[in-house]
């Protein structure tokens, strides 16, 4: 993970996993919550960027040779403690996020974005929920998240389908605020983070929490209850298995 300050009061935090596609794995996911609870911490700061480096992704989901071999519990911490530390930390920051979406923001990187504060695109960017193609659920809040954004009727047709979309019915949908050129994604977040700092860093912080006061939080915990369940099933075993070994996977349901 690569920290900038791209002026006094605006922080860009660059994911830095480019091999990886920067999945998230556990020791990226406390490295970003001590990053962002830094920024939180520091008054200097009143906005901050995510990226991902490379040119091909965002952040191409949970790591899932990390998951792979986890028991039911173990999965079921995994999105209680990632839900913590990161998810729902990001969500409730008082300084604002915006995640610039340069490439595949899959799975727990979509997550991310949806936690956010603002959403940005890259032309070149493609999103998607893909867990049920590799029998689990999304479980860092895609499932409250998503339909929170753009509705539970295409919420469910994307996590039911795990197909990716692209940065233009992104934005038909409302996922993301605007799409533009892929080289002008970063001063594009840095004009939107400009327009927010020009504001009262206080107002911001209490303007966040209230938004957030609209939405509830029992989903999330079955959602975390459904994750850990999806590790039982030989659905997952399977559909992990063939992603490793490149290959389609063969359900049963079981
Ligand atoms: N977890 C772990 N490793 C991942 C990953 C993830 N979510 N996404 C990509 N990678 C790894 C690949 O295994 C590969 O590693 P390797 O070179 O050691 O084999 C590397 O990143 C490059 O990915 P690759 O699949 O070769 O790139 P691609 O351009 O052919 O495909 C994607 C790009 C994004 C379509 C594909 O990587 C993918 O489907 N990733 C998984 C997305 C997903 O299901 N996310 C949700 C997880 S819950």
């Known amino acids: 993970m690569i920290v900038k300050n791209l002026s006094d009061h605006l922080q860009l935090i660059t994911i830095n996993r480019p091999q990886q596609l920067n999945a998230l794995n556990r020791e990226v996911i406390a490295e970003l919550h001590r990053a962002l609870s830094r920024a939180e911490e520091d008054p200097q700061i009143r906005a901050v960027i995510l990226m991902g480096s490379g040119d091909k992704a965002f952040i191409a989901g949970a790591d899932i040779k990390e998951f792979m071999h986890f028991t039911p519990e173990e999965g079921k911490k995994l999105s209680e403690e990632g839900q913590r530390l990161l998810f729902d930390y990001v969500e409730q920051m008082h300084t604002p996020v915006i995640a610039a979406i340069n490439g595949y923001a899959l799975g727990g990187g979509l997550e991310l974005a949806l936690a956010s504060h603002v959403r940005l695109a890259s032309e070149r960017a493609k999103m998607g929920l893909p867990e049920v193609s590799l029998g689990v659920i999304p479980g860092y809040g895609g499932t409250q998240r998503l339909a929170q954004h753009i509705g539970k009727g295409r919420a469910m047709e994307m996590i039911l389908t795990g197909k990716m979309i692209d940065a233009r019915k992104a934005y038909d949908y409302g996922l993301v605020g605007e799409v533009v050129p892929h080289e002008k994604l970063l001063d594009k977040a840095v004009e939107?983070?400009?327009a927010i700092m020009k504001n009262s860093p206080a107002a911001i912080?209490?303007?966040i929490e209230a938004i957030n006061a609209a939405y509830g939080r029992d989903g999330f915990k079955v959602e975390s209850e459904l994750?850990?369940?999806?590790?039982?099933t030989e659905d997952?075993?399977?559909g992990t298995r063939a992603f490793v070994e490149r290959r389609k996977p063969n359900f049963t349901g079981k």
């Not at 994750?227 to 039982?232: L, R, V």
């Open 227 to 232: 994750f850990g369940k999806a590790f039982a």
């Open 205 to 207: 912080g209490l303007a």
């Open 236 to 238: 997952f075993k399977e």
């Open 192 to 194: 939107t983070a400009e």
